[in-house]
């Protein structure tokens, strides 16, 4: 079974440009995951998706940051414009029902100079 | 992601010990928990998980204990590796409400050979 796939893996840009991510889940699992992780600490859930709707996204800077899940399978998430504390690795995780373990992708690593 | 742990507590264990990793959770409405494995460059890997009507569990070499009076997890490593050797962190979440996983400030674990 294939995993949970992201890209690109490392990006740089520059502060007040804007930047997006690609998440494509483990097929047919229903709940996917954007987590931010900051150099040395745990993820920080940024929003929940079940299949196309938004369950959770109370820890997302809404100001900058964007996603969307149109079909409920492919997700995207965006920054714009980007700050130099956005620089981390973005993770994306899916799961086949709530309640059940996350799998996560090996993350996208942002640098924002 | 690369240098994960870095500011991280850090537990060193020689080679063929015996490893226990601790964590303490914050939410008592929290009802399941994974540990996942985080290896440098790479996203958080499951390891194990436990429901809260169980007060341990057992895989390979590993064992999780939980202890709900006191909001405590561990992690049980036996016969440790030099393929241990990664990030440990502990999730929480309800299954209940949104189902979000909150994660713990990770524990780096170095095998010592």
């Known amino acids: 079974e294939a995993g949970v796939a992201q890209s690109p893996r490392y990006k740089i840009i520059e502060k007040r440009q804007s930047v997006a991510f690609w998440c494509n889940p483990i097929?047919?699992?229903?709940?996917l995951y954007w987590y931010q992780q900051i150099l040395g600490q745990g993820p920080k859930l940024l929003i929940q998706?079940?299949?196309?709707?938004?369950?959770?996204d109370s820890q997302l800077p809404k100001d900058r940051f964007s996603a969307e899940r149109l079909k409920g399978v492919d997700s995207t998430l965006k920054i714009q414009p980007a700050k130099l504390e956005d620089s981390a690795v973005y993770l994306c995780?899916?799961?086949?029902?709530?309640?059940?373990?996350?799998?996560f992708g090996q993350g996208t690593r942002l640098t924002v100079v | 992601g690369e240098n994960v742990g870095l500011h991280l507590p850090t537990l060193s264990v020689q080679e063929g010990d015996n490893s226990i990793i601790n964590c303490a959770y914050s939410n008592s409405a929290s009802d399941y928990f994974i540990w996942y494995k985080q290896e440098s460059g790479k996203g958080p890997q499951f390891i194990i998980d436990?429901?809260?009507?169980?007060d341990k569990r057992q895989g390979q070499r590993v064992t999780v204990l939980l202890n709900k009076t006191v909001k405590h997890l561990s992690l049980q490593i036996a016969a440790t590796q030099p393929g241990d050797s990664a990030v440990y962190f502990c999730?929480?979440?309800?299954?209940?409400?949104?189902?979000?996983?909150?994660f713990g400030t990770g524990t780096r674990l170095k095998v010592l050979a």
């Open positions: 999730a929480e979440t309800p299954t209940s409400g949104t189902y979000k996983y909150i």
């Open positions: 436990i429901r809260s009507n169980m």
């Open positions: 998706f079940q299949n196309n709707g938004v369950v959770d």
């Open positions: 995780a899916s799961s086949k029902y709530r309640g059940t373990e996350a799998f």
């Open positions: 097929s047919g699992h229903a709940t």
